[in-house]
């Protein structure tokens, strides 16, 4: 009885300190990891370039990567770890102001791990002009709906 | 609720199970839930190594890796039970074992490789759930009763 | 002849002619290999169930109990046996292939002792000369029924007990060479509301001492008649609880003198938590075991009180406590009559 009690209450306290939500946004992060792609490749990258430019700046975010075509944008963005129980916040924070300020693209955000090795991927290539736009916009789609696969 | 069943008896039956007591071999509770914990949490690393290699090299996100991991930690299990090792794990680890998705797996394997000597049909596919159909049973039902309280929420409460 | 309420004195002395033990793989690997007329390294024994294998368990210690007697099978009058799996069907295989009339028994672990207690009125009565009694059980076949399927990863208790794998029958005479038994006392069912099948040495308990009191007081004798008082399947739990109880009584069985067949056939490192159990424990403890050494001449007198918990899986799901049973026979080496 009186070692359940003890197992209780450190539960408890276990779980008090993993709901706590802190609501800092201070800008000047300085240990982003992501990549700007050049602007001599084929294929037009302002868009994301400045995206990731702008996600950099919030503390949470430890690397971003984001490609985009014509109409669409996707990113994908990894955070501090203790930050993860505000993930799903957290993302749809950053996809709210991402349509806001894009608002001539469509834009998909993601936390999933693949899809920051897939966009990862993606942006190699399109720096390195190894894809063409037709092929771009391919991989773009197979992202998206790889994004909304829930099983 | 068993000192509402002990009431029920005879005096003398419950002066016997006082004295009875001193002589039981408690559980070691503390050290259970301590092996427990780590076997199971040893299980679930066993299971997001799986899960992470699915999303390395194969097509899977970390959303959809969920099920073939769960299908790989079964597989596991069926050679473990069948080799006769995952009952001695689970006498050492108690719930650490069994809460797991290896330990219902275990439970309908151990199930269906005991009755495969009263055949198939009655023996194996009859008797295959005798342990996991309570989790089946209980699972789906409070799923339902969970949907149904969270409909009426939301179509009466406007949440 | 009965005296008091529940016990007989065999006047005409029934003498256990032969034995036949066999065991399984874990009880070869434990504490008394040598009790064992036949080991088997493999729990199968060749059969296609668990149930099959403790058939021919049986099958084979009633064969090497006659084989080592000087009669044929023939010979023969009765086979009174009884074991754990439902409607005892073992039993009852093992009756066909004897081809024997047969008496079907239960009282669980108790068995062995209630069969040896009716063969030996029978024989003392002129109701037979020859009769073999008789019981087995099998670790897998009861895990089965009573608890969990062998394999499955649940922990148990260390109140819990092993079953043992194994059968043992001994061949009961009229006239012959051999430990004779002299009286039985029959139990009652005493019920202490148990309801832990986990915990069956602290259900078994008051029935044992139960039956050895009322032995003792019966018969007329005080314990130290005995040089062993032997349990069938009580282990550490329950001795110790039955040990307080008998403390509790003033009834003063000296504790080295107080035995359990559960605690011999293994050895400690086995993990079989609080001891062994099963219908085959009291037959191997006491037609391997003991018997062997009465015959070395180490033990003159014995009372073997074999306990059995009369619960089933579904009256433990239903609700209900666990009655318990404890028969007593006692074997007397004749060394000291004529």
């Not at chain 2, 299908?71 to 995952?86: E, R, S």
Request: aromatic letters at 8%.
């Amino acid at each position: 009885m009186k070692t359940l009690k003890i197992l209780l209450t450190l539960g408890l306290i276990c779980l008090l300190i993993g709901c706590t939500t802190n609501n800092n946004t201070s800008e000047n992060n300085q240990n982003v990891n992501f990549s700007t792609i050049s602007a001599n490749s084929s294929i037009d990258q302002t868009a994301s370039n400045q995206a990731k430019k702008r996600l950099s700046q919030r503390e949470v975010i430890t690397s971003v990567n984001a490609v985009n075509t014509d109409k669409q944008m996707i990113m994908a963005f990894e955070i501090e770890h203790n930050k993860r129980f505000q993930l799903t916040d957290i993302r749809k924070d950053i996809q709210k102001n991402m349509n806001k300020e894009f608002s001539d693209l469509k834009v998909e955000v993601s936390t999933d791990k693949k899809l920051v090795l897939e966009i990862g991927k993606l942006e190699e290539k399109i720096d390195q002009a190894n894809i063409s736009k037709k092929k771009l916009q391919k991989e773009v789609d197979r992202l998206i709906k790889l994004m909304k696969d829930k099983t | 609720m068993a000192d509402k069943k002990k009431k029920n008896l005879p005096p003398a039956a419950q002066r016997y199970q006082t004295f009875a007591k001193h002589r039981e071999v408690k559980r070691p509770l503390l050290i259970n839930c301590i092996k427990a914990f780590l076997v199971g949490g040893f299980i679930c690393f066993i299971g997001q190594i799986i899960s992470t290699i699915y999303v390395y090299f194969f097509g899977f996100t970390e959303q959809t890796a969920g099920n073939p991991t769960v299908a790989t930690l079964i597989f596991i299990t069926m050679f473990l039970t069948g080799f006769g090792v995952y009952d001695r794990i689970g006498q050492f680890a108690g719930a650490g074992s069994t809460v797991p998705v290896t330990g219902f797996g275990n439970s309908v394997i151990s199930a269906a490789i005991e009755h495969r000597s009263e055949g198939f049909i009655l023996g194996v596919g009859g008797n295959m759930f005798k342990l996991a159909g309570p989790v089946i049973v209980y699972g789906v039902f409070s799923a339902f009763v969970i949907a149904l309280i969270k409909t009426m929420l939301i179509k009466w409460g406007g949440i | 002849m009965l005296t008091g309420h529940r016990t007989w004195i065999f006047e005409n002395q029934p003498v256990i002619i032969s034995t036949g033990t066999v065991g399984g793989p874990f009880e070869a690997n434990g504490n008394i290999p040598d009790a064992f007329d036949i080991l088997h390294d493999d729990m199968w024994l060749k059969q296609s169930s668990f149930e099959k294998a403790q058939r021919t368990m049986l099958e084979e210690a009633c064969q090497i109990a006659v084989k080592n007697s000087l009669i044929q099978k023939e010979h023969v009058k009765f086979f009174i046996s009884g074991d754990l799996i439902n409607q005892i069907t073992p039993s009852s295989f093992a009756a066909k292939t004897l081809d024997v009339p047969y008496f079907g028994l239960f009282s669980a672990c108790a068995t062995s002792m209630e069969s040896l207690a009716l063969a030996s009125f029978i024989i003392n009565g002129n109701g037979a000369d020859y009769i073999l009694s008789g019981t087995a059980s099998h670790n897998a076949a009861t895990e089965k029924q009573f608890r969990y399927p062998t394999e499955y990863g649940g922990q148990k208790p260390p109140t819990a007990q092993w079953t043992v794998t194994g059968a043992g029958c001994a061949l009961v005479a009229e006239n012959g060479e051999g430990p004779r038994v002299t009286s039985a006392t029959i139990g009652k069912v005493v019920d202490m509301g148990m309801s832990d099948p986990f915990n069956m040495g602290g259900a078994m308990a008051p029935a044992a001492v139960d039956t050895i009191e009322t032995h003792l007081r019966e018969r007329d004798v005080d314990p130290t008649y005995y040089d062993l008082i032997i349990t069938g399947d009580l282990g550490h739990i329950g001795r110790e609880t039955s040990l307080d109880l008998l403390q509790k009584k003033n009834i003063a069985v000296p504790e080295e003198n107080y035995k359990d067949c559960g605690l011999t056939i293994y050895r400690e490192g086995q993990p079989v938590l609080s001891g062994a159990s099963g219908t085959a424990s009291s037959a191997i403890g006491v037609y391997g075991h003991f018997l062997n050494l009465m015959e070395e001449q180490q033990l003159n007198r014995i009372l073997v009180v074999a306990t059995g918990a009369l619960h089933s899986p579904l009256s433990v799901q239903q609700g209900d406590s666990i009655p318990c049973i404890a028969h007593a026979v006692s074997i007397e080496s004749g060394s000291d009559k004529t």
